[in-house]
């Protein structure tokens, strides 16, 4: 099951004609990437391979000032059957994405806390929320009085909001 095509035709059959730029941004609002395997990017191809199958067709093409021409599609009795056979592929079929992680929440004795947040940043977790107690008795026992500086200056970067 192609889920662009799903896409694709799915919009166009949802909303009547619609030219590439609007199926597009439907894409992007929808934040498609997130939870299927529809790029945004791809759209304009699958537009022409869906017309050369005779999925879709040509309907008109505008013009609005000096902007490109741009060609009005919609979907067809043969995209319809096409639209319903991978619609019932698609429910057949079931696969789970990884969610991207916003927030780490990070529970662990203060002396983990620098390592912990190290692995978060390398994940690409944009941001933590740290619940420990003892910076400074813990890191002073273990690595001197710098220590708590250096964590301080761990977690306060720009990238990362720093709270209380």
């Not at 609007?22 to 699958?46: C, F, H, M, N």
């Not at 599609?73 to 056979?85: D, F, H, K, M, V």
């Not at 390592?115 to 740290?130: K, L, Q, S, T």
Request: proline share 8%; hydrophobic share 40%.
């Amino acid at each position: 099951m192609n889920p662009t095509r799903l896409f694709v035709l799915g919009a166009l059959a949802r909303h009547g004609p619609m030219y590439g730029h609007q199926i597009r941004r439907d894409a992007r609002i929808d934040r498609t990437e997130l939870w299927s395997e529809v790029k945004p990017g791809s759209l304009y191809a699958a537009l022409h391979r869906l017309q050369g199958e005779g999925l879709i067709e040509p309907v008109r093409t505008e013009q609005q000032g000096n902007l490109p021409a741009r060609t009005v599609y919609a979907i067809t009795a043969e995209g319809r059957r096409e639209l319903r056979a991978l619609r019932g592929e698609a429910l057949r079929e079931v696969a789970l994405r990884p969610d991207p992680v916003d927030l780490a929440l990070v529970v662990v004795p203060a002396a983990r806390v620098p390592a912990v947040i190290a692995e978060c940043r390398d994940a690409g977790v944009p941001a933590a929320y740290v619940i420990s107690s003892g910076f400074d008795e813990a890191l002073q026992a273990t690595a001197g009085t710098d220590a708590s500086q250096s964590l301080r200056e761990a977690l306060c970067q720009p990238e990362w909001p720093a709270g209380p």
